[in-house]
């Protein structure tokens, strides 16, 4: 009898194993069949020497996607060939240059940069092939490639190359190839750009100016203010922003001065300005107020912004000056944030303010009087209010006079609560005016106010700015 109830336990404890160790079989028997499957798939095969040579010489895309795969699928013994892509006429490549389009050339760039420091162990005489293929009038990405490749290697056997593209009428390519000289350390750079000052062509004096203001070196200022006084206004330019950009050039930034004083082209002048603005040239400044009057309106515009860059409060005489004769309408309201941003103002916001056609200039003035409370303005501020034709510059008039603690003004804003013809949105403004000063003046007539409105809806608003006012 014991020996049933033992053997029961045992059939027990097998019979509740049973699931889990059919569920583990259940799982096991699909993986294994799934595994099986996939050995029977085939993958894809990597192309090989043959074929990615035929897909080479099939052009096209083809070419393209296999120009990549010799970078990807480590298929280097194929660099020779596609480095053949940019020498086609070469006797050890006997290509047809006109098989390759430009497109191919940049694929075989690409790939050059990818292979990275690897390009020296598996295509020893690269430079070679991108030394014959650099020249002018090159596809502009394709030759910033060429050039980082020289710049990545600092490989100097390329700067005869590189000098090929001094002349490029692209900048970036000029200045790029450049870069990469100067990368290598190389004393070939400095005279390349002096020869190319002493062109007789002016578009060269002017890439060599433009060279001189990227790469400084105290052997070029000779030449530099040589070029200054160029006849090519345009090699004037770049050679006064070579001039900013030397070592030191505060010290000799007279001949900017010079220049500026006797220059005719008004670009020039304007280029002035903005150096100064630029390199923070104080001792220019002089300068500076003498550009807020030039004859030439971008001059002017670029003292202007000369003067805020600068923070030149003494260049505001010079503004409320030129604002008063001024005849460009955008530069008039320049004058007018110039003189607020120097917190400085003059005669020449009463000047607009008096009688400029345009009515939003007269308002910025009427604005500007009294956030810089310019008392000489007080006057013409009473008489705007009361008397100009447009409604936005009488109200801007109207609270502008708010700034000043002046019996004159309690006066004028207290005649409008009581104008024959009224007008509430500028009476309203006027008590708010009246209300913002807090003088115990002020604040007497806007009781008078109340006391002669009393019983209209008037009178109670003009309490409430009053009660508002007291607190």
């Not at 991108?130 to 490989?155: N, P, Y």
């Not at 000779?222 to 200054?228: E, G, K, S």
Request: overall charge positive.
């Amino acid at each position: 009898m014991s020996l049933n109830k033992a053997n029961q336990k045992k059939i027990g404890r097998l019979g509740s194993a049973l699931p889990a160790r059919a569920g583990l079989v259940s799982f096991l028997i699909p993986l294994s069949l799934m595994l099986l499957l996939a050995s029977w798939i085939p993958l894809p095969a990597t192309p090989g020497i043959a074929a990615l040579q035929a897909d080479l010489d099939a052009g096209g895309e083809r070419r393209l996607r296999a120009i990549w795969y010799v970078y990807q699928n480590k298929q280097h013994a194929l660099l020779p060939h596609i480095a053949c892509y940019l020498t086609p006429r070469l006797k050890k490549c006997a290509l047809d240059p006109d098989d390759i389009s430009i497109a191919d050339q940049r694929a075989v760039l690409h790939t050059m940069q990818s292979y990275k420091d690897d390009l020296e162990r598996y295509l020893p005489d690269w430079y070679n092939a991108v030394d014959q293929w650099i020249k002018v009038g090159r596809d502009e990405k394709s030759l910033l490639m060429a050039i980082e490749l020289a710049h990545f290697f600092r490989e100097d056997r390329m700067v005869h190359a590189l000098l090929r593209l001094q002349t490029d009428p692209r900048s970036i390519v000029r200045l790029q190839s450049f870069a990469a000289i100067d990368a290598m350390q190389n004393d070939r750079l400095i005279p390349a750009i002096l020869k190319l000052s002493n062109e007789d062509r002016a578009i060269y004096r002017l890439y060599a100016a433009e060279a001189m203001a990227h790469f400084p070196d105290k052997r070029l200022l000779d030449t530099i203010r040589r070029l200054i006084g160029d006849s090519s206004k345009s090699v004037r330019i770049y050679a006064l922003l070579a001039l900013a950009r030397q070592q030191n050039a505060g010290s000799q930034n007279h001949q900017a001065a010079q220049q500026f004083t006797q220059e005719n082209n008004p670009e020039v002048r304007r280029r002035v300005m903005e150096i100064i603005r630029m390199e923070r040239w104080g001792n220019l400044i002089h300068l500076v107020h003498r550009g807020i009057g030039d004859s030439n309106a971008s001059v002017r515009l670029a003292a202007l912004q000369s003067a805020q860059a600068m923070n030149n409060r003494a260049a505001a005489l010079f503004v409320s000056r030129q604002l008063e004769v001024e005849n460009d309408p955008e530069l008039k309201l320049t004058q007018i944030n110039t003189l607020l941003f120097l917190q400085n103002g003059g005669r020449g916001l009463i000047r607009v303010l008096q009688g400029d056609a345009d009515a939003s200039l007269r308002a910025r003035a009427a604005f500007a009087l009294g956030v810089l409370k310019e008392h000489q303005g007080i006057g013409q501020l009473i008489s705007s209010m009361h008397s100009d034709q447009n409604e936005a510059v009488r109200l801007e008039a109207a609270w502008a006079l708010s700034y000043f603690q002046n019996s004159a003004v309690n006066r004028g804003l207290a005649a409008m609560l009581g104008a024959a013809e009224p007008n509430y949105n500028l009476q309203i403004t006027a008590a708010l005016a009246l209300g913002q000063i807090q003088s115990r003046e002020s604040l007497d007539l806007l009781h008078a106010a109340v006391q002669d409105n009393r019983g209209t809806h008037f009178a109670l608003q003009l309490q409430n700015i009053l009660n508002k006012s007291r607190k």
